[in-house]
């Protein structure tokens, strides 16, 4: 994972929740590919095809609320989300988030559709145009866990070490 990030932004409202980031009938594979392809269908059917690597989804209250489907976050960043930014998000998409090395933060964000958006993990900073904007830093230990991969890779690594 890169501590910056830069992508156009995707927006959404407020109380996005796991059932649109990934429709319910798509829970009973494994396939990443199924996933990804289908990421946002609830809410926006051809987001898989017009997003890009590294793109960044920038949303209002609530992101990510509802059930505590570890596939939500999955398909985000197996679709290729860079990021997603959010005033707030729902507590268990937040973790699924970082235990599978999908980068976020928390921030009051104003932007268009299709703008440039650069986020500074390391400085909890996020900058549009002209404009930046102060988020809420993670935590270094969450950092850390993003930076090797998600969960399971950063428990390998301590193994390791």
Known sequence: ???MIKGKAWLYGDDIDTDVIIP???????DMQVFADHAMEGIDPGFSKKISPGDIIVARNNFGCGSSREQAPL?????????????????IFFR??????LPLMEADVTCKEGDEVEVDLLKGQITVGDKVFE???????LLEILTDGGLVEHRKKQKQG
Do not use: Q
Not at 81 to 90: E, P, R
Not at 135 to 141: E, I, T, V
């Open 96 to 101: 699924n988030s970082i235990n599978v090395g």
């Open 75 to 91: 398909a985000l960043k197996h679709a290729g989300v860079g990021c997603v930014i959010a005033n707030s998000f729902g507590r």
């Open 24 to 30: 319910g009938k798509y829970l009973r594979t494994t």
């Open 1 to 3: 994972m890169k501590s």
């Open 135 to 141: 988020g809420h830093k993670l935590p270094d230990f």
